[in-house]
């Protein structure tokens, strides 16, 4: 947000306001949308809307306008007084109609493979995450715009996990538990708790909503293997646009079912691979071929999904995209779910009893304090 920036022009219409601003970004702002949006017309405490959309008048027409100090204040036809408009809320939304995201704007890495997760990414001790609310802040703004980040030194016993996540979001309670244990069991429910290497995937898109960020936490470490695999599935998939459209084109429209049956649940959800936001961006990436079901498409429909299905699987096994780390005894990761796909290579369970916690976050909890730390630490 550009703070208290200056209006050099000023007009309006009946219908219409027409800003300049300083540094020449223009816009022009509906007589109706002004009309909804009156700070009269809102809850002086917690700023929620009092009024409907049908509250308003159909075709409010302004009377005149003008610049008045820091505000713009507008009268309309057929009605008392006047309202004003803070010209900082006015800048904000001035860049919210140019087209701004909402959320930090997503920093991708394609070239995993280059980077080094230790020096390349975010990593703060857990005193240090914990000591001082600006590395939170910074170590929290590099997770929400890179994908993943790291934290060290978390005592690596069970339940060292849950304890530091107030310092990340709001921990996800599914079927598993408020935490789940990763290590090699006989007769496992899950893939995930056998040696088996795992390719790179996102977990669980049965669920609904998707878990938003994932934290694993490494209480023993297996020596030889289970290395962990990362790639930024935004970027994987920004690829594959600019490669193959055709094929970026059937994964995004086409809704693929996903599902995941034990003793406690049945859980079935259905999504596509590649998730468009309404103007078109890539928001979440869902890769699971675990838990993909028979897919429910005839003849020449299935040949075409099949293409670019494995068009992306292909993609996913390329080492340019994967971030490779041998993780380490108190170490814990920290990675959006619906966005970097992780993995693992096998390990020796027989001889090593590598043992991860993970847990799951609300996706929102995690931007929030995101947002809350970067205002704090602005001040
Ligand atoms: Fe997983």
């Known amino acids: 947000m550009k703070a208290m920036r200056a209006i050099t022009e000023i007009h309006w219409t009946p219908s219409a306001l027409m800003l300049k601003w300083g540094d020449g970004d223009r816009v022009e702002l509906a007589s109706v949308w002004l009309r909804d949006n009156l700070r009269e017309d809102r809850d002086p405490g917690n ?15 302004i009377r005149h306008a003008a610049l008045q100090e820091s ?12 309202a004003s408009f803070d010209l900082d809320w006015l800048a904000t939304q001035t860049a919210a109609i140019a087209g701004t995201r909402v959320l930090p704007q997503p920093r991708l890495w394609a070239d995993g493979g280059r980077l080094d997760a230790r020096r390349d990414f975010a990593w703060a001790t857990l005193a240090a995450a914990r000591g001082d609310s600006g590395v939170n802040a910074s170590w929290l703004r ?6 993943l980040a790291f934290l060290a030194d978390v005592p690596a016993e069970p339940g060292a996990l849950l304890a530091t996540m107030p310092l990340v979001g709001q ?55 289970g ?8 970027a994987i998939a920004q690829q594959l646009r600019q490669e193959d459209p055709a094929a970026f084109e059937v994964l995004a429209r086409t809704p693929v079912p996903f599902a995941y049956h034990s003793r406690n649940a049945k859980l079935n959800a259905e999504r596509p691979l590649v998730q468009l936001s309404c103007r078109g961006e890539v928001v979440a990436v869902h890769y699971n071929s675990r838990s993909i079901q028979p897919l429910p498409f005839a003849a020449e429909a299935a040949e075409r999904y099949y293409r670019a299905y494995r068009r992306f699987a292909l993609l996913l096994r390329e080492p340019r995209f994967m971030l490779r780390l041998m993780m380490r ?18 390990f020796a369970s027989a001889r090593h009893p590598r043992h991860l916690q993970g847990c799951y976050l609300t996706r929102d909890s995690v931007f929030s304090r995101a947002a809350l730390l970067a205002e704090g630490s602005s001040k």
Not at 47 to 58: C, E, F, G, N, Y
Not at 204 to 215: C, D, K, L, M
Not at 329 to 346: E, K, Y
């Open 47 to 61: 700023d929620q809307r009092l009024s409907d959309v049908a509250d308003l008048p159909v075709i409010p027409r």
């Open 71 to 82: 505000t713009v204040r507008v009268e309309w036809e057929q009605e008392a007084g006047s």
């Open 142 to 147: 590099r997770l929400v715009t890179e994908g």
């Open 171 to 225: 921990v996800a309670e599914t079927n598993y538990g408020l935490s789940f244990d990763v290590r090699a069991v006989p007769d496992p429910e899950n893939l995930a708790y056998s040696d088996r290497g795992l390719g790179l995937h996102t977990d669980n898109p049965y669920r609904e909503p998707v878990p938003g960020f994932q934290a694993l936490h490494v209480l023993v470490a297996a020596p030889d293997g």
């Open 227 to 234: 290395e962990s695999l990362f790639a930024d599935g935004f």
């Open 329 to 346: 005894a108190g170490d814990l990761v920290v990675f959006d779910n619906q966005r970097i796909l992780h993995g693992r290579t096998g």
